[in-house]
């Protein structure tokens, strides 16, 4: 099994920072994409940042030019940098991961539990 462990949400003022963490655990033989997606109250959960095992990125159009993901490999850790928080960036994120297990070498999808991001005076 493989196990996700977010951290960083908490209430923002507008214009602020925050970095969310999330760390991997468990059978990992090696991970396909990390990725962060958000769902904010009463709508579909939504990309915002994902990046590929090659390193590419890609960010949602809402958040492009203020928001960085960056990850560990040594430490299965993917980050996200979100910069000139607004209150629209006010959701609960997820962490996403894709990876090939061990020893069964099947892919597999995990979600994070969720942590909420309040963006607010």
């Known amino acids: 099994q493989v196990q996700l462990v977010e951290s960083g949400g908490g209430l923002v003022q507008p214009g602020g920072s925050l970095r969310l963490s999330c760390v991997a655990s468990g059978s990992i033989f090696s991970i396909l994409t990390m990725g962060w997606y958000r769902q904010a109250p009463g709508k579909q959960r939504e990309l915002v940042a994902v990046?590929?095992?090659?390193?590419?990125?890609n960010y949602a159009d809402s958040v492009k030019g203020r928001s960085t993901i960056s990850r560990d490999n040594a430490k299965n850790t993917v980050y996200l940098q979100v910069n000139s928080l607004k209150p629209e960036d006010t959701a609960v994120y997820y962490c996403?991961?894709?990876?090939?297990?061990?020893?069964?070498?099947?892919?597999?999808?995990?979600w994070g539990q969720g942590t909420l991001v309040t963006v607010s005076s």
């Open positions: 996403n991961l894709v990876v090939i297990t061990t020893p069964s070498y099947k892919r597999l999808e995990v």
């Open positions: 990046m590929r095992s090659g390193g590419s990125t």
